[in-house]
Nanobody, 116 residues
């Protein structure tokens, strides 16, 4: 499985941005698809949103109500709609896929910068 994110960029506070993740290969049987972000430093990763195989979505409290994770199965794409962006949302965003064996696949990431 290979994942490639796109859609990052620089926006002003309260603006919106949609991230896309193209999924190459099958994620059938995978536990979940996720969006993570690295806010600072090499080990500062936090999960932003999760979409389980059963269709359940969960969000980090700080993005609840502002971000929406979704999948287009026909296009094999994962999305993250981000509304009302804040400076603290600035980060490198990663798309991940969690297979049954527990070793997640990660994309290379896309930078999102929120600044006035």
């Amino acid at each position: 499985v290979r994942l490639v994110e796109s859609g990052g960029g620089t926006v002003q506070p309260v603006e919106s941005l949609t991230l896309s993740c193209e999924i190459f290969g099958s994620t059938s049987g995978f536990y979940s698809l996720n969006w993570y972000r690295q806010v600072s430093g090499p080990e500062q990763f936090e999960r932003v949103a999760q979409l389980t195989a059963g269709g359940t979505t969960t969000y980090r409290p700080s993005v609840e109500g502002r971000f929406t994770i979704s999948k287009d199965a026909a296009k094999n794409m994962l999305y993250l709609q981000m509304n009302n962006l804040r400076p603290e949302d600035t980060a490198v965003y990663y798309c991940t896929a969690a297979p049954p064996d527990g070793i997640d696949y990660w994309g290379p990431g896309t930078q999102v910068t929120v600044a006035a």
